[in-house]
C-alpha cells in the first residue's frame, strides 16, 4: 500500500507540471498571437508624389487590426508641422494625403501614434523628388524689330516700269475729229455729197452782186456823161 500511495504522489505531481507546461504555452501563444495583432510601425509606410500639378505626401497603414492612429508629418528643417490627420488601417490598406507645397529634395518627418502600441517616426524621412511637379510656363519670345512679319515676307517686288511705250487707248489711237469752221458756209441740201470748193460756197453770189453794181455803176455814169453832153450842144 505504501509503494501505491507513493506512484500516487508523483504521478500527481507530474500531471500538475504538465498542465503548468502546457498553461504556460498557452499564455505565450495567447502573448505571441496578440503582440502580431497589435498595431506596429511597421505596417506604416510614407511616400512624397505629385497629385497633378500639387505635392502631397502619403502615408499607407496596413493594420489589419484597425487601430486608429494618429498620422502628424513635420518638416524637417525646423520641425515645423504641416499636417495632422487620424487613420484606421486595414488589411488592403489605407491611405490618407497631406497637400504640401513642397520644394524639390526638401525633407518631412512622419510621426506615428497608436494608443499604447505606436509612437514613432516612420523611417526613413521622406524627401520630395528633385523636380517641381508642375513646371514653369516659358514666356513666348518677342520678336524683335529687326525681324521680318509674315506679311513682309510673303509679300511680293514691286514689278519693274516697263520700257515700251503703252499702246494707245481707243479714245487716243482715233484722230480727232475736225472741228467745223463757223466762218465755212454751210453746204445745200442737194449738194451735201459734192466736194468742198468756191462753186457751193457764198463768194460767187457776192461777186455777182459786185459785177451788177459796176455794171449798174457804170450806166449810171454813161447815162450823166451823156445827158452832160446833150446840155452842152443845147
Known amino acids: 500500500m505504501a509503494v ?3 506512484i500516487s504522489r508523483t504521478a500527481s505531481r507530474r500531471g500538475v507540471r504538465a498542465l503548468g507546461v502546457v498553461a504556460a504555452s498557452a499564455a505565450l501563444a ?5 503582440n502580431a495583432l497589435a498595431c506596429n510601425i511597421s505596417e506604416f509606410s510614407a511616400e ?3 497629385d497633378g500639378d500639387n505635392g502631397v505626401i502619403t502615408v499607407t497603414d496596413v493594420d489589419p487590426a484597425g487601430i486608429p492612429a494618429t498620422v502628424t508629418v513635420y518638416l524637417k528643417d525646423g520641425d515645423k508641422q504641416v499636417g495632422q490627420q487620424t487613420v484606421k488601417g486595414s488589411k488592403d490598406g489605407t491611405t490618407v494625403s ?3 507645397d513642397w520644394q524639390p529634395n526638401t525633407t518631412y518627418r512622419v510621426h506615428v501614434k497608436a494608443d499604447r502600441y505606436v509612437d514613432e517616426d516612420i523611417q526613413p524621412d521622406v524627401t520630395t523628388p528633385s523636380t517641381p511637379c508642375k513646371t514653369e ?3 513666348t519670345p518677342t520678336p524683335s524689330e529687326s525681324s521680318s512679319t ?3 515676307e510673303t509679300e511680293s517686288p514691286a ?3 516697263s520700257t515700251s511705250a503703252p499702246a494707245p487707248s481707243q479714245s487716243e489711237s482715233t484722230a480727232p475729229a475736225a472741228v467745223p469752221n463757223d466762218n465755212a458756209p454751210s453746204p445745200a441740201a442737194g449738194d451735201s455729197n459734192l466736194a468742198e470748193t468756191g462753186a457751193n460756197s457764198n463768194t460767187g453770189m457776192i ?3 459786185a459785177a451788177a453794181l459796176v455794171v449798174v455803176g457804170g450806166g449810171a455814169v454813161f447815162f450823166g456823161l451823156r445827158r452832160r453832153g446833150a446840155n452842152s450842144n443845147s
Open 159 to 161: 514689278p519693274e516700269p
Open 48 to 50: 512624397a508624389k505629385c
Open 137 to 139: 510656363d516659358t514666356p
Open 4 to 6: 501505491l500511495s507513493i
Open 150 to 152: 509674315p506679311s513682309d
Open 30 to 34: 495567447l502573448s505571441a498571437s496578440g
Open 98 to 100: 497631406f497637400p504640401v
Open 207 to 209: 461777186a455777182g452782186i
